[in-house]
Every structure is written in structure tokens, then in C-alpha cells.
């Protein structure tokens, strides 16, 4: 996998190259901490019971634990957590996206107003207005630019945070034919 911070991979095309990962600073996390008057900061970190979600959760609890958070992982059936998380009744919550080779699939129902991936509970209408304007903007400049002014928001604010992209493997008998490999690891049958 690699390390991300925006709703496309740094590979995409559509990744904002002028807001790179950060680099990882714990002494600058605790100042900001300290000057924002916050000590001992706590919260829960709901999570599906899946093993790649536990593992999120835990490497999340143990780095930031350095900053000095205390993580509460609460482990909740995937089904469930799911329906807590439409209800808005978690205070974080791991969730992994398959994510899409288009931009549009990775953040308008997460980051869109009252969309149905929208856990967060974020409106903001410049951000709906850009999200509309890439939807039917056809020149992939134009796209680029839009996203470019969705991140400078998004990134800002925070509703989400990414933390990777994966990268997928395939492994297939050469007597399959028709198989597109897309970036977003999901298999589509048609064709094969």
C-alpha cells in the first residue's frame, strides 16, 4: 500500500501533487496539541471486526498514542457498524473503499451533502459546487483543476482522513481471457 492523504492514490491523475503526504511529526502534533490547550485527548475508534480493519485500528491506536491520544478501539460487527455509522453514533470510524480510477466515485457520496456515504455528516456548498461542476466538466484539465480546488478544502477540513491507497495483485490461469485489470481492484466480469 501506499501512504495517502487524498481520495485518489499519488499515482492518479487526478492527485493534487501541490498537497503531498505530510511528513510524519509527533513533536509538532504535541505542540499543536498544547497550544490548542488540549491534554489527554481521547476518543473511540469504531471498527468492523474484518482483520484488515483491526489491524488499521490498532497501527492508528499505537501512532498516535506517541502524540499522546488514547484510542479506544471498539470492535463492532461490519453490518452493524455500518448502521451506526448512517446514524452518526461513532466518534471515528475505519472504513476502507475499494476506491475508484475516476475521482467522482472516491468523494462525491463521502464528502457531498447529506450523500448516502456521507458518515461525517460534512456540508459545505462550495464543496457541493465543485463536486457538481466535476460532474459535468468534460475536459480532464478543467476536472483537474476542480479537484485541485477540492482539496485545498477538503484537506483543510478534514471530514475524512485517508491514510493509504493498496495495491492490487492479480493471479489468473492463462485460460481466462477478457480480464481488464482496472485500479480500483474490483473484477469486472464482463468480457471474460
Given at each position: 500500500a501506499d501512504v495517502g492523504n487524498q481520495w485518489v492514490a499519488p499515482t492518479n491523475a487526478f492527485y493534487a501533487k501541490n498537497m503531498p503526504v505530510p511528513k510524519r511529526d509527533v513533536a509538532k502534533a504535541k505542540a499543536l496539541l498544547q497550544a490548542a490547550g488540549v491534554s489527554n485527548p481521547s476518543f473511540t475508534l469504531m471498527t468492523p471486526t474484518t482483520s484488515d480493519a483491526q489491524k488499521i485500528a490498532q497501527v492508528v491506536q499505537?501512532?498516535?498514542?506517541e502524540a499522546g491520544f488514547d484510542v479506544k478501539i471498539q470492535s463492532t460487527e461490519f453490518?452493524?457498524?455500518l448502521n451506526m455509522a448512517d446514524k452518526g453514533d461513532f466518534e471515528a470510524y475505519v472504513l476502507a473503499w475499494s476506491g475508484r480510477a475516476d475521482p467522482d466515485?472516491?468523494?462525491f457520496s463521502f464528502d457531498g451533502c447529506k450523500q448516502p456515504l456521507?458518515?461525517?455528516?460534512?456540508c459545505k456548498q462550495?464543496?457541493?459546487d465543485l463536486l457538481n461542476?466535476?460532474?459535468t466538466t468534460l475536459d480532464p484539465a478543467e476536472r483537474k483543476k476542480i479537484y485541485g480546488e477540492l482539496a485545498a478544502i477538503v484537506l483543510k477540513d478534514r471530514p475524512i482522513v485517508y491514510l493509504f491507497?493498496?495495491?492490487w495483485l492479480w493471479a489468473y490461469t492463462n485460460k481466462l481471457s477478457g480480464l481488464r485489470t482496472i485500479p480500483d481492484g474490483l473484477v469486472r466480469v464482463q468480457g471474460l
Open positions: 499505537s501512532m498516535v498514542r453490518a452493524t457498524s466515485g472516491n468523494i456521507d458518515y461525517a455528516g460534512y462550495e464543496v457541493d461542476r466535476s460532474r491507497h493498496r495495491h
